[in-house]
């Protein structure tokens, strides 16, 4: 079979995290496909627009939720904003998924600890979502969140930033915006500036990280000061992807394709890349 078709699909529902994001709930219209379906957290799948494109999207639904897969989308360009156009019951194609992903496997008996700014949030969500299933919880420790965007209106998942993760025995969620807003009685302030301010310890812990490039960089100065070492902190890359198997050669980074080997790197790993990332 062709690894570049796409399976049809079905959107069941979408819901409005922010302004320019959406989260869109799929199912493959072959429901032997749909139970067969696998991801791990990490992972990303190809979705086309009939008609319009495909762009690559990473799965922001925990492997652990058996019903339908989620995408959450910003809208950027010509295939997002055609999704952003579509209403529950649309068809669409989906293929995948692609990738590594979380070294779940390895953090086990460990802590972890989550920075996401904005929709940054998206491809770390799974990886909390599968840690909190019950049938894994026992096999993970302690799990802070801290999550930052630029406005309350920004935050994604606000159902579980603000009231299921909370609750979860053994989860602790720090949210923070920007700049003050009436009705926010939280934090206010950059998401490096808050990690430097709790002081999360590195101790037997891992560190998951996505958000927009300057919050990355300057939490990775603040983590480094609190005594994180590279291997024990992961990210995900967002280069521009074409075929999404390592076939077209549009996402090398030296001699890594970024959608096979990756999008998931430790930061031991991205320091022996060439100097473009
Ligand atoms: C591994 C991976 C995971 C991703 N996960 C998500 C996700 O979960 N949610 C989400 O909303 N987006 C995600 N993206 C980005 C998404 O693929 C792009 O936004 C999308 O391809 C844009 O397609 P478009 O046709 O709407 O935009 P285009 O019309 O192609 O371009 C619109 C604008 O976006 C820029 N652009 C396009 N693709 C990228 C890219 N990959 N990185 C940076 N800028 C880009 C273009 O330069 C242009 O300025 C991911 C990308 C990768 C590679
Ligand atoms: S997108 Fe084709 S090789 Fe990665």
Aim: proline letters at 8%.
């Amino acid at each position: 079979m062709n690894p570049l078709l796409p399976k049809p699909a079905t959107i069941v529902d979408i819901i409005r995290e922010t302004g320019d994001v959406k989260t869109f709930r799929v199912v493959l219209d072959d429901p032997e496909e749909m139970a067969a379906w696998t991801h791990k957290p990490g992972q990303t799948a190809m979705l086309s627009v009939f008609g319009v494109g495909e762009a690559m999207f990473c799965l922001a639904s925990s492997p652990t939720c058996r019903d339908w897969l989620e995408f959450s989308i910003r809208r950027a360009g010509k295939v997002t904003s055609a999704l952003h156009e579509l209403e529950p019951e649309a068809k669409i194609g989906v293929r995948g998924p692609y990738g590594n992903h979380f070294p779940y496997e390895n953090m086990q008996g460990k802590n972890l600890l989550v920075i996401g700014g904005g929709i940054g949030l998206a491809p770390l969500r799974p990886l909390v979502n599968f840690m909190l299933a019950p049938e894994n919880r026992q096999h993970y420790g302690n799990i802070e969140v801290i999550y930052g965007a630029r406005s309350y209106g920004d935050l994604c998942y606000k159902e579980e930033v603000f009231r299921v993760w909370p609750q979860a025995p053994g989860v602790s969620v720090f949210t923070t915006i920007d700049a003050p807003e009436e009705g926010w009685s939280g934090h206010v302030g950059f998401v490096p500036a808050y990690v430097e301010e709790l002081k999360p310890s590195p101790e037997n812990k891992f560190v998951v990280i996505c958000g927009p490039p300057v919050m990355i960089r300057f939490t990775l100065k603040a983590l480094g000061e609190l005594g994180f070492e590279e291997k024990q902190i992961y990210t995900t890359l967002e280069m521009r992807m074409k075929c999404g198997i390592g076939k077209c050669g549009r996402c090398n980074v030296g001699a890594r394709f970024v959608c096979r080997d990756g999008p998931v790197f430790n930061l031991a790993e991205l320091k022996e890349l060439p100097p473009e990332y």
